[in-house]
């Protein structure tokens, strides 16, 4: 018998060994978990300065605080040097890359951060991405995604109760962001009113569809009625009431019957809860009576001012929000969710499954009723879902429903004592009722609270005081003011303290002075 050679030293495929991945995982999180927490931790180191109207300086390659080390875009692609390497770098090239995103990223943990309308997220939002990312499955059908797929249907149904929409069909699903809901609820609304939209197109029996908004609502409405086909001039802007931003329900039952005589088909009015400038919370009650009264579709945008609900101090904001048919909500701002976290409530989940639902053989394979569907992609224009119900989920579980009241309750306290703050300062003028409707401020910088009679020279101040901010360590930012010029807008987190917007106040006084004082005003 011939002598078997054997290779000891290639052996076959299958006797390889394999790399532990769980050991992988544990080396680079350990890793990055201790570039993280420093950079968190700065976060908490600099509040205690905040209240001195600057922010804690530290090293850097530029002037920079805890917040950010800010550069142009220009300088910034040059500083970063980004370059994707043909042969991959591993372990030490990532965490070199990390250091660098996190040296010249915003700091939203950092009180500071009151420019837009989220701010950080916290332990348990931090930990719920993680478990989202190690499981790594889309939310479409049940089959791949049964533990998430039941909790996001507790979840939506437990958020619509609480809006009032507690009917037997009542719940919701979680959408890509804000944008997103508005987006999905135009849609329900013109398929569920005029079915055979779904399938010819606006176009059906020449119905010349209009919708409503608010004139201070958000642009995503319009940018929805560009994508559905409806065009921009579809959307009809509703006046407001010039002392609350709030909408107008006389202007609006006068523009839907002018509608209508002039041979358009009014279907859908999109009331905001918490307007993203001011605040502003449209009267969900009066205008639900319009629209009944004319079988038009009522979506409430409560995007950023919709956790009201859960203090039983500010959900009379909210009042009549039962009365809608569907509802948006985004935990990832006023709550501190991960971003991103947004859902679209319904009264009735029904009228969801049959506007969106299409044949795919592929994918759904269920034959329930619609009145309770487990696959949940056939109930959105989404396919490809991730689960992001499980972050509210298990930060809601953290936190508890009292403990959100508390969270809420807190942002509201802070947003008031800073418009007491500017509202009795001799150099600021407070554009925002006073307390404000929800968690922003509004104002301007004015020598003696006199405005410039030019609107271009109130907003160069403005602008010149906002930039100025960056470098104290406070990010805030700035709206039209229309006939006035632009002026500030601070947005006030859970977490921002009475401090710290009282460091804000000297900070602004501070470098408006020096604007003004270059602008001759003095």
């Not at 065009?231 to 107008?248: N, R």
């Not at 999109?270 to 009576?289: F, H, M």
């Not at 009379?316 to 009365?323: I, R």
């Amino acid at each position: 018998m011939a002598h078997q050679h054997h290779n000891l030293t290639n052996p076959p495929a299958e006797e390889q060994p394999v790399p532990s991945r769980a050991d992988q995982v544990s080396n680079l999180l350990n890793a990055v978990q201790d570039l993280l927490i420093p950079f968190i931790r700065s976060a908490d180191e600099d509040a205690s300065t905040k209240k001195t109207g600057h922010g804690l300086s530290i090293q850097g390659g530029g002037p920079r605080t805890a917040l950010v080390e800010h550069h142009k875009p220009h300088k910034l692609s040059k500083l970063m040097q980004l370059d994707l390497p043909q042969t991959g770098l591993a372990e030490a090239g990532f965490l070199k890359q990390v250091e660098q995103v996190l040296q010249y990223s915003v700091n939203t943990w950092d009180r500071g951060f009151m420019s837009k309308l989220y701010a950080s997220t916290d332990a348990p939002g931090l930990a719920a991405e993680l478990i989202l990312a190690t499981l790594n499955t889309n939310v479409h059908i049940y089959e791949v995604s049964p533990a998430l797929t039941i909790i996001e249907k507790h979840t939506t149904r437990a958020l619509a109760n609480l809006f009032g929409l507690n009917g037997p069909h009542s719940g919701g699903i979680s959408v890509q962001g804000g944008t997103n809901s508005n987006f999905t609820s135009i849609v329900i609304a013109r398929n569920t009113l005029y079915p055979n939209t779904k399938i010819n197109g606006n176009t059906v029996n020449s119905l010349k569809l209009v919708l409503f908004t608010s004139a201070h609502g958000h642009y995503s409405i319009e940018q929805a009625a560009q994508m559905l086909g409806l065009g921009s001039s579809s959307v009809c802007p509703v006046p407001v009431d010039p002392k609350t931003g709030s909408m107008d329900p006389s202007a609006l039952s006068s523009m839907i019957i002018k509608a209508k005589d002039e041979g358009y088909t009014p279907f859908y009015l999109n009331a905001t809860a918490g307007t993203t400038v001011l605040g502003s919370y449209d009267p969900i009650n009066p205008l639900a009576i319009i629209c009944k009264s004319h079988s038009i579709w009522l979506h409430v945008d409560a995007s950023y001012g919709g956790p009201a609900i859960f203090s039983p101090t500010h959900a009379h904001k909210l009042s009549g929000s039962h009365l809608a048919d569907s509802i948006a909500m985004n935990p990832h701002k006023m709550m501190g969710v991960p971003l991103t976290c947004s859902f679209l409530l319904g009264a009735d989940m029904r009228q969801f499954h049959v506007s969106n639902t299409l044949p795919a053989s592929y994918l759904f394979h269920s034959s329930e009723p619609s009145s309770d569907i487990y696959d949940l992609a056939d109930l959105t224009l989404q396919c490809g879902r991730r689960g992001d119900s499980l972050k509210l989920y298990l930060s809601w579980i953290y936190h508890g429903t009292n403990g959100y009241a508390q969270q809420v309750d807190a942002a509201f306290a802070t947003t008031a004592h800073l418009a007491d703050l500017v509202s009795s300062h001799p150099d600021l003028v407070l554009v925002s009722e006073n307390p404000p409707p929800c968690c922003q401020v509004c104002f301007y910088y004015a020598k003696n609270e006199t405005l410039d009679e030019e609107a271009e020279e109130n907003g160069r101040i403005t602008k010149t005081v906002v930039q100025g901010l960056v470098s104290r360590g406070f990010m805030i930012d700035y709206a039209s003011g229309d006939e006035r010029g632009a002026f500030m807008r601070a947005v006030i987190s859970r977490g921002t303290g009475r401090g710290t917007v009282e460091g804000l106040v000297e900070a602004v006084a501070d470098l408006g002075s020096k604007a003004w004082g270059r602008s001759g005003g003095e």
